[in-house]
């Protein structure tokens, strides 16, 4: 069974950053495409990022240029490095596997596995 833990969320000040983390087991991780959502309250499941088997990356409009996804297949692991973070980022972010291997998805319905989510805060 495969699990995700995400970590490394917190409360930051608008223009700081944060590193997210997702811990992946129960499969090889790099047979796997990965992709990181954001939830802000009363507001639906949004696509961030993804990384695909081979490290290529795709992002979200409002994201690019401040974010960068990456991946190490040694330990099993999904980064998100969050810069510039401004509040309208405040949201819980989720990692999850994507249905299709470097299938370029950004629906949540075309992922399969989902963390439980880590909380970034964006204070002004």
């Known amino acids: 069974q495969l699990q995700l833990v995400e970590s490394g969320g917190g409360l930051v000040q608008v223009g700081g950053s944060l590193r997210l983390s997702c811990a992946a087991s129960?499969?090889?991780?790099?047979?796997?495409?990965m992709g990181w959502f954001r939830q802000a309250p009363d507001k639906e499941r949004e696509f961030v990022a993804a990384i695909g088997t081979n490290g290529l990356t795709w992002y979200s409009n409002p994201v690019k240029g401040r974010f960068v996804v990456s991946r190490d297949n040694a330990e099993s692991t999904m980064y998100l490095q969050m810069n510039n973070l401004k509040t309208e980022d405040l949201a819980r972010y989720y990692c999850?596997?994507?249905?299709?291997?470097?299938?370029?998805?950004?629906?949540?319905?075309?992922?399969?596995?989902w963390g439980q989510g880590t909380q970034v805060t964006v204070s002004a």
């Open positions: 999850a596997v994507d249905k299709f291997q470097d299938g370029f998805s950004t629906k949540p319905s075309e992922y399969l596995y």
């Open positions: 129960g499969r090889t991780f790099s047979t796997l495409s």
